[in-house]
């Protein structure tokens, strides 16, 4: 074939894909599908986003997933051998890189306080337990006029509260972080006047019932005029929620520190602890070597060491940021104070090899769902007095004629004969309903507990001066960041995204 043939019809060629995929020949101006173009009213306003990726949230760290051994890694001193460890899968989420701390409750504290003037009772049942400090033959009193209001403890973790009001606080803390997403990016004006219903809650904005102070909105490509904000635009971050046990032993033992070769999967140590090494003290070289590397119970009547060379320098807590974080950027992921997490607590994490087998990828144990009440039309009721949509919870008959769900209350066991394994509460077990696990021991607790795969449980409405909290977020998209957009290392890189909340 003629040369300048050839150069004529690969033109001609160029050209018609160029026709088809827009004048500047990228396939993400159209359907890859259909030719149909996106974003365009004339086109039918089918948007596609161009998404940059999750954003962090203040506070939080992106823990990125995979595989380890979740449970007991050492002589079971207790006896009970109830967490055999297994081999699990973790997806990628985010996680805070600090216990939440005194100063962090009383905002929260205060802003029920301000906003529900008329429903004083709310900022009251949001208030911790102060008198947990109070304890017999032991003169702790000053800590419960002192620990949680005091300036001094600002930076402590907050303790006192139950798994109840945990949950209450992981709801706030998504709205105002979604608030002050929509503020930042001037959809929203502030509305610090803001009372009762009239409050802003993530899901009012996103089912149409929130009437606040709207500074602009998006262009709706669909009809050419404006809209809100949808939870589908990715600008709003998914729900903040105590991490599930799995996460939280996952992310405590930070294993990503121990790779022999970045280029392998292969784990050069394992861990006891947050660290490497069978001791509590610091093992490098150095003029840090020896030191005390979390905050425990060194042994009877011994909180802190002598004076003139205090061991890990706290007769109780310890501020948030204290200690070396782990190779997560983790602080006190052992010690300080033991933490809640979501699940409900059963002796043994599977009891079957089936059920490791089914339930290897992300266990938990706990499923409750819930559905936003509607009327007999299909619309959202409206808001409570405290500006909260309606939920109910679904039960397991509802859920039996729904296909692709499974059990909604997973708390029990079931037997070989798909019966459940039910606990006699009161007559041979503590263990109910309402009991939930608790990991990473406190200030008073020997070195045993500080092992990630120890655990305990203390019923969801108790509260204790050893226990506090951290939240953790889902990951949507890639298990790696927003830096890798291409989805797998054999796809190519794409922009980098900065990682930060503003």
Same mark, same amino acid.
Not at 340 to 361: C, F, G, I, K, M
């Given at each position: 074939?003629?040369?300048? !043939? ?5 033109? %001609? ?13 990228? =396939?993400?101006?159209?359907?890859? #599908? ?25 506070? /939080? ?26 081999? %699990?899968? %973790?997806? =990628? ?49 000053? /800590? ?13 973790? #907050? ?10 606080? &992981?709801?706030?803390? +998504? ?53 809100? !904000? ?20 996952? &992310? ?11 280029q392998d999967e292969l784990i050069a140590e394992r861990r006891y602890f947050p660290w490497n090494g069978k001791t509590a003290r610091f093992q490098k070289h150095g003029k840090e070597q020896g030191r005390i590397m979390a905050n425990f119970k060194r042994g009877r009547g011994d909180y802190m060491g002598t004076a003139g060379n205090l061991n890990d320098k ?34 043994? +994490? ?21 559905? #936003? ?61 309402? =009991?939930? !696990? ?16 120890? @655990? ?13 909290? @951290? ?8 298990? +790696? ?22």
């Open positions: 074939m003629n040369f300048r !043939v050839l150069i004529f019809l690969s033109a %001609v060629l160029l050209s018609a894909s160029c026709n088809i995929l827009g004048k500047k020949g990228s =396939s993400n101006d159209r359907s890859s #599908v259909t030719g149909w173009k996106y974003n365009d009213t004339e086109w039918g306003g089918f948007e596609k986003l161009d998404y940059e990726g999750q954003i962090n949230a203040p506070n /939080m760290v992106l823990i990125q997933g995979g595989t380890f051994s979740m449970g007991q890694t050492d002589e079971d001193v207790t006896y009970d051998w109830n967490n055999i460890p297994r081999r %699990v899968t %973790v997806s =990628s989420f985010y996680m805070d890189e600090t216990e939440i701390s005194n100063i962090n409750w009383r905002e929260y504290v205060y802003w029920l306080e301000t906003r529900y003037e008329t429903f004083p009772e709310v900022a009251e049942n949001a208030l911790p337990d102060e008198k947990v400090w109070y304890d017999e033959l032991s003169y702790n009193d000053p /800590m419960v006029e002192t620990y949680f209001r005091h300036p001094a403890y600002d930076d402590y973790p #907050v303790v006192g509260v139950t798994w109840e009001q945990v949950q209450d606080y &992981a709801k706030w803390r +998504t709205d105002r972080v979604n608030e002050m997403i929509l503020i930042e990016r001037g959809i929203l004006n502030p509305t610090p006047d803001q009372k009762d219903a009239d409050v802003f809650t993530t899901d009012t904005y996103l089912a149409g019932q929130y009437e606040g102070n709207v500074r602009k909105n998006l262009p709706d490509v669909r009809t050419g005029g404006e809209r809100s !904000v949808k939870y589908e635009d990715g600008i709003m971050l998914p729900s903040f929620r105590l991490p599930t046990e799995a996460e939280w032993e996952y &992310a405590a033992l930070a294993l990503v520190g121990n790779h022999d070769n970045p706290a007769s109780t807590t310890a501020p948030v940021r204290s200690f070396y974080p782990n190779d997560f950027g983790l602080y006190n992921m052992a010690g300080n104070v033991s933490e809640w997490v979501q699940d409900v607590y059963r002796p043994l +994490t599977s009891t079957t090899l089936r059920d490791a087998e089914n339930h290897d990828l992300n266990p938990f144990r706990g499923n409750v769902y819930k559905e #936003v009440l509607k009327d007999e039309y299909g619309n959202y009721l409206e808001k409570d007095s405290l500006g909260r949509m309606k939920y109910r919870t679904v039960t397991d008959e509802e859920l039996a004629n729904r296909e692709n769900y499974r059990q909604a209350d997973a708390r029990d066991y079931r037997d070989g004969d798909d019966e459940y394994i039910m606990y006699d509460y009161g007559k041979y077990t503590l263990i109910n309903d309402k =009991s939930r !696990v608790i990991k990473g021991g406190s200030w008073a607790d020997r070195l045993y507990w500080l092992m990630p795969g120890t @655990r305990r449980f203390k019923d969801q409405d108790k509260a204790d001066r050893t226990i506090g909290f @951290r939240l953790a977020m889902t990951r949507v998209g890639g298990p +790696t960041g927003n830096e890798d957009v291409g989805g797998n290392h054999f796809k190519r890189k794409g922009k980098k995204v900065k990682r930060s909340y503003k």
